[in-house]
């Protein structure tokens, strides 16, 4: 081998080598996409490498960043409204849509027309998954998402968009003659545990998203889309 074709194996070494040197100390990781939710950004069948966050030694500290950006996560599990922390926890990409502190509106008529499970009618499968608030897929909110240590009062509505969130984050609370009772003590507010979020897929008219499954906490964002291959 002649010193041109040494310095050339020796460079695409080292390219590798470090490569994979920042996967490992990085916590980059790679998932296969299957379906349609984030078209035309990610196609079914693309790579997308992942930037994986550490919630323990590397919290989100700054959620303008995310605003907006294409985050792998693991959806809430829901059944009755409550989130579950045991059961098993799908993953799935999104774009964020809605950082802890922001209210989030959707008015999308012009899309209504496309699929017929989108239509402007309420909608039993739709967070909160209550017929007192009657959203859509294509008209929905105003919701407000939850910012850690941020308060709220404890009133018919609020208890509908946010009990899943008071029983996951501990609280049991029980309604009498129209007062609240959270661990057994009289309140009139909550105050929030953490962080949440509202993801929304790119393929508007086709995704199950937050306005499925409610609010996304914290710990189940997994990382950020850094490459689309």
């Not at 035309?40 to 960043?65: A, Q, R």
């Not at 496309?114 to 309420?122: E, H, I």
């Not at 029980?174 to 929030?192: A, C, E, P, S």
Request: aromatic share 14%; charged share 20%; with cysteine.
């Amino acid at each position: 081998m002649n010193k041109k074709k040494h310095s050339i194996v020796l460079g695409l070494f080292v390219v590798f080598a470090c490569i994979i040197i920042s996967i490992l100390y990085s916590r980059i990781d790679y998932y296969i996409v299957s379906t349609e939710s984030m078209l035309p950004t990610i196609k079914p069948g693309n790579y997308i490498l992942v930037k994986v966050f550490n919630h323990d030694s590397d919290p989100i500290n700054d959620n303008y960043l995310l605003k907006s950006r294409i985050l792998v996560i693991k959806k809430p599990v829901t059944e009755d409204t409550v989130i579950s922390k045991g059961a098993a926890l799908d993953v799935f990409v999104k774009r964020c849509h809605g950082i802890p502190g922001d209210t989030i509106r959707i008015s999308r008529k012009d899309l209504v027309h496309k699929v017929s499970n989108l239509r402007d009618q309420f909608n039993k499968n739709i967070f909160p998954h209550d017929s007192t608030i009657r959203w859509s897929a294509t008209q929905f909110g105003p919701l407000w998402v939850p910012k850690k240590g941020s308060t709220i009062l404890l009133n018919a509505k609020n208890i509908v968009l946010y009990s899943s969130i008071m029983r996951y984050e501990g609280a049991s609370f029980i309604q009498n003659r129209g007062k609240y009772f959270l661990n057994g003590k009289y309140v009139d507010h909550y105050t929030f545990k953490n962080n949440y979020y509202f993801f929304l897929g790119d393929n508007f008219y086709s995704s199950e998203d937050s306005r499925f499954w409610g609010l996304v906490p914290e710990i189940n964002l997994i990382g950020k889309v850094i490459k689309i291959i």
